[in-house]
């Protein structure tokens, strides 16, 4: 089992900056991919931007150069710092990994890019 707990989100203006954290805990012993989906109202989750096995990273077309994926190893947490947000960035964002015991989710958090 694994457990995610996201901190971060809320409420910003257009070209505004978040950043999100995702914690994990419980049987990470192997990673296969860990990072951010989002699922905006009406539309199919979608992946934002990840870490694949390895070092190698991931992003969606529409947030590159906008959005970057960090983590730190001795923490088991990954970041994700949203820049220059626009409009359609809003959405539910969602922590996710991916490794041997399966794949789990995070709760969860609303981010609304709004004037």
């Known amino acids: 089992q694994v457990q995610l707990v996201e901190s971060g989100g809320g409420l910003v203006q257009p070209g505004g900056s978040l950043r999100r954290s995702c914690v994990a805990s419980g049987s990470i012993f192997s990673i296969y991919s860990m990072g951010w989906y989002r699922q905006a109202p009406g539309k199919q989750r979608e992946l934002v931007a990840e870490f694949r096995s390895g070092a190698s990273t991931n992003f969606a077309d529409s947030v590159k150069g906008r959005f970057t994926i960090s983590r730190d190893n001795a923490k088991n947490t990954v970041y994700l710092q949203m820049n220059s947000l626009k409009f359609e960035d809003t959405a539910v964002y969602y922590c996710?990994?991916?490794?041997?015991?399966?794949?789990?989710w995070g709760q969860g958090t609303q981010v609304t890019v709004s004037s």
């Open positions: 996710h990994f991916w490794g041997p015991p399966g794949r789990y």
